[in-house]
């Protein structure tokens, strides 16, 4: 199988698009940049955060998006909302991130023509990365052959020690699988009242197709959940865990985000799927870059994530593969197809590199589903003795991740996060014998050994977010849920994969602001918990782009002049009074005027006088002025007597856009929090009358969003001064974050 490449851009995610001979059906899909705000109605694309430049606009023109996520009529409402965009849910987990993941529906069905099309798109600023998908799935990864078998379950040797899992180790110290929700994605599965099935409580979340691989699936599922106490057939290895079954015939990305949105930290998706690589042969399903976020985003809210490497024999270290291996770390943990001996070789088959985790059992697995074994000629008592391929060694994998889950949660009363789970599986499994690169195979009796012979765990913060205030700092903010610890140690990445501890706060504490930081970059951040004896895992991670600094910002200027043009005039001022633009003494009659100015990021007053008095508007015709930025209007007025004059700030941080105000602004009424302004000296002080918490973070912005003081983990029984002597009269406002909350306040200096 040959591949095309059309190299595009030096971004990363822009520069791997390619067809493949043998696939002849392709749909492109399009993400747009979250950052942004995208909404998609009726098929065009709006953004709320900013707007199309004139060259996107014309190459958009007649291209109809169809939006990957069917949202609800509450998420929908959402998605207006700047500020319900960057809320998380509970477990740190946005599906309002993707609402920029669109398929581009046109005439195009030629795969050359559409690939085309997908460089063009991604030459747009507003493109994060497009992608081109097979319209049919590749088939899901495994082989089979039938063949009698007359004894079932001695065929289930994944399940004894070595060169199993040792799935009844687990069993013994009461690891079933109990408390964890397992969902399986792939094409298909058949009815869900098979045998081992209908005692289990399994269910569709999807609609699915019934006739290709239908059996694929039941053989999955019953080596994870076939029931344990009907006596008959198999037993699955987690037969406590909830299982649930998502289609990917709705796109593999809108799957695994719907799976994500159902299940919680701790949780198990299971990708049963393969894709055709860049070099023609059957790899991981997240070489596709859409499925490789929507992973990320599931990883990041603590869901497990375990992906079948594929089929191809790829080599995920070769220079084919370079751009996936760029992305970084998402989080998953891939499954290589190895022998079912103690030498645990890579089947020939198998995938492999540095990018493949572990492995499991790769031919010779008894499972339900087939039919090679079947009693009473009944579709009920199906099974098979040869599953085989990525597809039988992924779910015994997950046979490992959900047995160690469920002990985990019961006995240690925590969760184990994706990467945590990842690192535990490969530190204790059984060593890999020959072949390329698909690691150890998973010894359930030593991981769950290590992870119960420390003491007793502490649960990790969650709900961390991040937030820029400046184009030099970022604040956090999360929940504590423990109750034993130390402090928190705080870790930073600007790639989300290579973070470094950049501080360690405080027991008790829920934020934390990082100053010293570089204009216009995304950092990443992540959280946990810790005491003399032990730590927790990491909370989600969250990120935040700081603000850009010292660059020129077009500002789009327009004026429409009443009937007497000759009374106004206008300056654009910066902070020392300098102008820098002015304009007046107009002749026409409500002539429209249109200029754009270079400023840098900084803060401005905008000055418009009227010589006889009564403005521009409304009594001698409807005039107006208004200053905006990438459709953001900073400033607009016209109704004013003989002077107007409006402070505004590049990048556009007023009160209501820059995120400084969520909560209403209240006056400093003296009952809660009380500023004393300076009189005889230039400090001012703040005061805590009524405030609980022990310990309290604080901020003073300017009317710019300028951070002009701060003090994070205040004990609240000592006053706090700082020094105005270089601050300007006027309007600042106070925040005050207790136990995660926040309040604003409203100081007015003299």
Request: glycine fraction near 10%.
């Amino acid at each position: 199988m040959t591949s095309i490449f059309y190299a595009q851009s030096s971004d990363p995610l822009k520069n791997q698009l390619y067809v493949l001979d043998d696939v002849n059906e392709y749909k492109l899909l399009v993400k747009f940049k979250s950052a942004l705000m995208p909404v998609v109605n009726k098929g065009e694309v709006a953004l709320l955060n900013s707007s199309f430049s004139e060259k996107s606009s014309k190459n958009l023109r007649g291209l109809f998006f169809r939006p990957l996520i069917e949202f609800t009529e509450a998420q929908k409402a959402a998605l207006r909302s700047p500020t319900m965009r960057s809320q998380s849910d509970e477990k740190g987990f946005n599906i309002l991130d993707f609402a920029g993941l669109c398929e581009v529906q046109s005439s195009i069905k030629d795969k050359h023509a559409l690939l085309a099309l997908g460089k063009k798109l991604e030459e747009l600023e507003e493109v994060e990365y497009c992608v081109l998908e097979p319209v049919k799935s590749p088939p899901p990864p495994g082989f089979f052959s039938f063949a009698p078998t007359p004894d079932l379950t001695a065929r289930q040797g994944y399940r004894k020690a070595n060169p199993g899992i040792d799935v009844d180790y687990a069993w013994s110290v009461g690891a079933m699988g109990q408390g964890v929700k397992i969902t399986d994605i792939e094409y298909s599965w058949g009815k869900l009242d098979h045998e081992e099935f209908v005692n289990q409580g399994m269910s569709y979340v999807t609609s699915h197709y019934t006739d290709n691989y239908k059996d694929h699936g039941i053989a999955v599922m019953g080596i994870l959940v076939g029931d344990e106490d009907n006596g008959v057939g198999i037993k699955g290895t987690a037969p406590k865990a909830t299982g649930r079954v998502i289609s990917e015939i709705q796109g593999r990305a809108t799957a695994i985000l719907k799976a994500a949105q159902n299940s919680q930290a701790g949780d198990i998706i299971v990708l049963e799927m393969q894709t055709g690589g860049p070099d023609g042969k059957l790899a991981p399903a997240d070489v596709n870059q859409s499925v490789w976020d929507a992973v990320k985003s599931a990883t990041d809210a603590g869901i497990l994530v375990v992906a079948a490497a594929g089929n191809g024999n790829a080599n995920l270290d070769s220079s084919s593969y370079s751009s996936y291996r760029n992305r970084g770390d998402n989080g998953s943990i891939i499954v290589g197809a190895g022998s079912s001996n103690t030498t645990h070789s890579k089947l020939n088959f198998s995938t492999y590199g540095q990018r493949v985790n572990v492995q499991g059992w790769g031919h010779n697995v008894f499972t339900t589903g087939y039919g090679d074994v079947t009693y009473d000629n009944d579709y009920r008592k199906e099974y098979t003795a040869r599953f085989n391929g990525t597809s039988s060694a992924t779910p015994v994998v997950t046979s490992a991740v959900a047995c160690i889950q469920s002990y985990a949660k019961e006995k240690l009363g925590k969760n184990i996060a994706p990467r945590e789970m990842r690192e535990l599986l490969i530190s204790t499994g059984i060593a890999q014998g020959s072949g390329g690169h698909i690691g150890p195979i998973p010894n359930l009796k030593a991981a769950i050994k290590k992870i119960s012979d420390g003491s007793p765990g502490i649960n990790a913060p969650s709900n961390l977010t991040a937030r820029s205030t400046s184009n030099s700092e970022i604040r956090l903010q999360w929940k504590d849920n423990s109750t034993d610890e130390t402090g928190f140690k705080i870790e930073r990445s600007t790639n989300g994969t290579n973070f470094t501890e950049i501080k360690s706060v405080r027991a008790n504490a829920s934020s934390y602001t990082d100053t010293g930081l570089q204009a216009g970059t995304t950092y990443y951040y992540r959280v946990k918990a810790f005491n003399n004896t032990n730590q927790s895992t990491y909370s989600n991670t969250a990120k935040a782009t700081t603000s850009g600094g010292g660059g020129m910002t077009t500002v789009n200027f327009e004026l429409k002049l009443d009937n007497y043009p000759r009374e106004t005039s206008w300056e654009v001022k910066d902070a020392q009074g300098t102008v820098l633009y002015k304009g007046g003494n107009y002749g026409r009659r409500g002539q429209l005027i249109k200029k754009t100015f270079e400023l840098k990021d900084a803060c401005y007053n905008f000055e418009i006088k009227d010589t006889y008095g009564d403005g521009i508007c409304c009594s001698y015709g409807n005039g107006y002025y208004k200053l905006s930025n990438k459709g953001t209007v900073l400033i607009e007025g016209g109704n004013f007597a003989s002077v107007d004059t409006k402070r505004f700030c590049i990048p556009a941080t007023t009160l209501a856009k820059s995120g400084i105000v969520t909560e209403s602004i209240e006056p400093l009424s003296g009952q809660d929090i009380r500023v004393i302004p300076p009189k005889y000296s230039e400090l001012a002080s703040i005061e805590f009358v009524k405030v609980k918490s022990k310990y309290v973070d604080l901020a003073v912005y300017n009317v710019g969003g300028i951070c002009v003081f701060k003090r994070d983990n205040h004990p609240t029984n000592e006053t706090v001064s700082f020094n105005t002597s270089a601050l300007p009269s006027g309007i600042y406002l106070l925040e005050v974050y207790e136990s995660g909350k926040k309040k604003v306040y409203k100081w007015v200096k003299e």
